[in-house]
Each structure stands twice: as C-alpha cells, then as structure tokens.
C-alpha cells in the first residue's frame, strides 16, 4: 500500500480507496487510511503543481 499511494496517479488511488472500503484484514484498516491520505495528498500535489504536507500530531485516538 505504501509503495501504490506514492504513486500520482488516479487508479493508484482508486484501488486504495477500493481496498480501504472492505479491507481483507481488519488490522490493516488503519493502515490503509494512511495510505489513503498520502495517495491524496500526492495525486492533489501531482494535480495543483504545488508541494502539499500533512502534519499529524500522534495525539488521535487509536480506538
């Protein structure tokens, strides 16, 4: 997942999103929504021609 969500491209983040609506695993959810917002911010990055970031504190709630 990791490796598809740097990859700027639609179908990249389309079968993410894909995997990320019924995961195979549940334990891999969480894992697949990171990946999901990193493809996000990539394909956005790719699109607009600017450098977009995403901070996260490690504060949220693990469940």
């Known amino acids: ?14 079968s993410i999103e894909t995997y990320h609506s019924s995961p ?11 990946a999901l917002v990193s493809s996000r911010i990539v394909l956005s990055s790719d699109l607009s021609g600017h450098q977009q ?3 996260s504190s490690g504060l949220g709630e693990t469940g």
């Open 53 to 55: 970031i995403y901070i």
């Open 24 to 34: 195979l695993e549940p334990e891999l959810l969480h894992w697949s929504s990171m």
């Open 1 to 14: 997942m990791t490796l598809l969500a740097s990859i700027p491209d639609v179908g990249a983040y389309r």
